[in-house]
């Protein structure tokens, strides 16, 4: 699957939507939403440093040059924009909530999925992760399909290689501990959908969001990290397109 980050300025527009994926992550992610998206709206689906390439690429990335890249895309979208809408994923949740913070007279709206405030690692999904590495799925498991779908970084049979991503890793949990500590300031509307079938996340982050004054938090009982229910897909869309004509 090709793994490519998606820009449209549209000159002129009021709004913009900048979307950020998790670690490991792909633009493909947002797949269902970016159809969406009105074609008055300009959007910046970001393909993170490090990712979409192989497995050294990935090690020899990091946090800081994640975090720069994101908020250098949303200052350019902010700079020429109203209003700019951001749509993450997992650790992409994270630089969500850190600029709606900083910028709260420019972003207007969150939509988030699958915040990872409180990582748990299901053993079936670690299973999964060893056989991926390895370059194999299996094809009647869901959910190891859908993680390899979202992960744009390439299987490496040299598996000494992976544990050069344990400082991203490292990098990433500290950037969890310092969000969390943030979402008191978060003055902005957030929608926000954990799932209850996570492979990465445990179900308990909920009480995270919930009773936040400006968050709106969704329970997705037939979700999981990577790919969402029927029903649950249903929802989301329907979300993000009522969202998006808000914002029009």
């Known amino acids: 699957m090709a793994h490519k980050p998606i820009k449209r300025i549209v000159p002129g527009a009021k709004t913009a939507v900048i979307l ?52 250098a895309q949303l200052q350019e979208l902010m700079d020429t924009h109203e209003q700019v809408i951001f749509v993450a994923h997992s650790m992409g949740t994270l630089f969500a909530f850190q ?3 900083q910028y709260p007279d420019k972003i207007s709206q969150l939509f988030l999925l699958g915040s990872p405030t409180r990582p748990f690692v299901r053993p079936s999904t670690a299973v999964n992760s060893v056989l991926m590495a390895l370059g194999y799925v299996n094809p009647k498991n869901q959910s190891a399909v859908d993680m ?14 992976y544990l050069l991503w344990i400082p991203r890793f490292l990098e990433l949990f500290s950037e969890i501990h310092r969000t969390k500590k943030l979402l008191p300031q978060l003055k902005i509307p ?9 492979e990465l996340v445990a179900f308990s982050s909920c009480a995270d969001f919930d009773g936040h004054p400006y968050i709106t938090l969704t329970r997705l009982m037939d979700s999981g990290h990577f790919g969402y229910g029927p029903d649950d897909l249903k929802q989301l869309q329907t979300d993000f397109q009522t969202m998006m004509e808000k914002y029009r």
Do not use: N
């Open 190 to 198: 957030a929608r926000v959908y954990q799932s209850k079938k996570d």
């Open 20 to 71: 950020c994926h998790g670690i490991m992550g792909s633009p493909d992610h947002f797949r269902h939403f970016l159809p969406l998206i009105p074609e008055d709206c300009s959007v910046c689906c970001l393909l993170l440093d490090g990712h979409g390439q192989g497995v050294l690429d990935f090690a020899h990335s990091s946090m800081k040059a994640w975090k720069a890249q994101v908020f």
């Open 99 to 101: 600029a709606a913070v």
């Open 148 to 161: 390899r779908t979202c992960c744009s970084v390439h299987t490496d049979w040299m598996l000494w290689r």
